[in-house]
């Protein structure tokens, strides 16, 4: 479960202006469910994400985390309890696909051959033959394959939450969808609470449970496909329903 309680973000720019980039936020994702945070660009999104695993912290308010306070638990043992994608993957460009896979495992000083094993695990999870990608470098994959490889380093340490910052949004039309169908299955494997942001009102329905739309640092509604089309909590919410093109 992750609980935003009243969280508040405020940035200064440069020239010393106040940014509210997330405003009392109030938000409880249960425990193995896929969440979408959507909006337009600027609207808080990847803040909020960034406030869970303690990128950023909140100017007032608080998230808990299965239950815990971030702000009062070891940084470094809550992050290993959340994976982390990005949208340009994020991948080392110098280090193997076995070895971006394999790097938090390694961190945490598992035995060589454990580390093998778990590579190879992973990759099978999310669809690359392990002969044939181990060893390859990330400039040698498609820009699908590499997001793969760094959903498969998200899960390494098998943590009980995923943050997803717009994974999907650098692919070709034909790829995302793929990846879409892909990843869906792969969730009903490993069951995983899953906070997605995305612009894509297509992947919210694709991969959500629920969805909560932002506008301007505020959750202007949440819930289900059917009850966002049913009952829009207000105009915005009817003309960003509308407004996105949806199959
Ligand atoms: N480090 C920062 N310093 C100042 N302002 C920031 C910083 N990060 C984000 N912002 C501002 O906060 C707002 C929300 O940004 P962000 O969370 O990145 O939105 P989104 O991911 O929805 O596009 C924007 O107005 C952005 O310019
Ligand atoms: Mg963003």
Redesign the pocket.
């Known amino acids: 479960m992750i609980e935003f309680d009243h969280v508040t ?1 405020r ?4 020239s010393g202006t106040d ?4 405003r009392e936020l109030a938000l409880t994702i249960g425990r193995g469910e896929t969440h979408a ?1 959507i ?12 406030m869970v695993n303690r990128l ?1 912290d909140p100017t007032s308010g608080a998230i808990r985390v299965g239950g815990d306070d971030i702000a009062a638990v070891d940084v470094f043992g809550l992050r290993r309890r959340i994976g982390y994608v990005i949208q340009t993957g994020g991948l080392f460009p110098h280090m193997t696909v076995a070895a971006n896979i394999g790097v938090l495992c390694e961190l945490e000083r598992y035995a060589p051959a454990d580390i093998r094993r778990r590579v190879s695990e992973l990759l099978g999870l999310v669809g690359l033959e392990p002969d044939r990608f181990a060893t390859r470098y990330p400039s040698e994959l498609s820009g699908g394959q590499r997001q793969r490889v760094g959903v498969a380093r998200a899960l390494a340490l098998d943590p009980d939450y995923i943050l997803m ?2 994974p999907f949004s650098a692919l070709d039309p034909i790829t995302r969808s793929e990846i879409h169908d892909e990843f869906e299955q792969l969730l009903k494997t490993v069951h995983k609470t899953v906070l997605l ?1 995305t ?1 894509d009102l297509h992947e919210a329905f694709k991969l959500a449970d629920r969805i909560s739309i ?1 506008h301007r ?1 505020s959750v202007v509604q949440t819930g289900t496909r059917e009850q966002l089309e049913r009952t829009p909590a207000n105009e915005f919410v009817t003309r960003f329903l509308a407004g996105n093109e949806v199959a």
């Open positions: 973000k940035y200064s720019d440069q940014v509210v980039a997330v945070l909006g337009t660009s600027g609207c808080g999104k990847t803040t909020t994400l960034r950023e910052d717009e942001v612009h932002m640092g």
